[in-house]
């Protein structure tokens, strides 16, 4: 079963610095999706970027960017200009594939346990 | 605001009492999922349904019942409640069942069961 593992249940970072946050996966697909997720107090789950693994560049938004590092199964999101606004619980996410049926091929989410960022003024 | 709308987004029930949380998926998705947030248990994700049609099963629990209608909004029953299933439920939804499809989550409904 796919697993997604976040070591830094937290973290913190100045205002205006960069801060990475680490996400390591297991997998025996060749082809799939990874994600981050923010997550503010206001509890909803927030998009932040998505990275396709047939791709070698990596994605970048904005001030968010990820190293997607295949062969190590490894997905880091870096927040450069870290803002006040960043400040949230981070999930890493694997869209995972679920089996197929009469419907056709199934996925889900599979979520780490997260990373609660802090970002000091 | 991600385009998907859930009710209500606070509930406080009993225990042995059953809810209805309702989902309304962004207009044009045709699918929509349910995952349930719990501090012990993390994201899990519950159950898909594409198009009015059952889709995939997570681990949803037996008292736990979902369903898509015509007109694509969702609702998730969840019955015979437990001090345990106090959570916080999210409703998804993305445009088709493919794997790269980007999903897309509502603001979640906050279950409180006494």
């Known amino acids: 079963a796919q697993t997604v593992t976040q070591s830094q249940p937290e973290m913190s970072v100045q205002e205006a610095e960069t801060v990475t946050l680490s996400c390591t996966y297991d997998?025996?697909?060749?082809?799939?999706?990874l994600f981050w997720y923010k997550q503010p107090p206001s509890r909803q789950m927030i998009l932040v970027i998505r990275?396709?693994?047939?791709?070698?560049q990596n994605a970048t938004e904005n001030r968010f960017s990820v190293n997607f590092q295949k062969a190590a199964k490894s997905f880091s999101l870096k927040i450069s200009d870290s803002q006040l606004g960043d400040a949230a619980m981070y999930f890493c996410?694997?869209?995972?594939?679920?089996?197929?049926?009469?419907?056709?091929?199934?996925?889900?989410?599979?979520f780490g346990k997260g990373t609660l960022l802090t970002v000091n003024p | 605001d991600s385009g998907v709308t859930q009710t209500p987004k606070h509930l406080i029930t009993a225990t042995g009492q059953r809810v209805t949380l309702r989902c309304s998926p962004r207009?044009?998705?045709?699918?929509v999922y349910w995952y349930q947030q719990s501090l012990d248990q993390g994201l899990q994700f519950l159950i898909q349904y594409y198009n009015g049609e059952e889709r995939a099963k997570g681990n949803i629990l037996e008292r736990f019942s979902a369903q898509q209608f015509p007109d694509l909004h969702s609702e998730l029953n969840l019955s015979s409640l437990e001090l345990g299933d106090s959570a916080l439920y999210f409703c998804?939804?993305?445009?088709?069942?493919?794997?790269?499809?980007?999903?897309?989550f509502g603001e979640g409904s906050w279950l409180t069961v006494v």
């Open positions: 990275q396709e693994a047939y791709k070698q």
């Open positions: 996410a694997y869209r995972s594939y679920l089996g197929f049926n009469s419907g056709g091929s199934n996925y889900k989410l599979t």
């Open positions: 998804a939804s993305s445009v088709s069942a493919d794997s790269g499809n980007t999903i897309y």
């Open positions: 997998t025996s697909e060749s082809d799939y999706y």
């Open positions: 207009s044009g998705d045709l699918s």
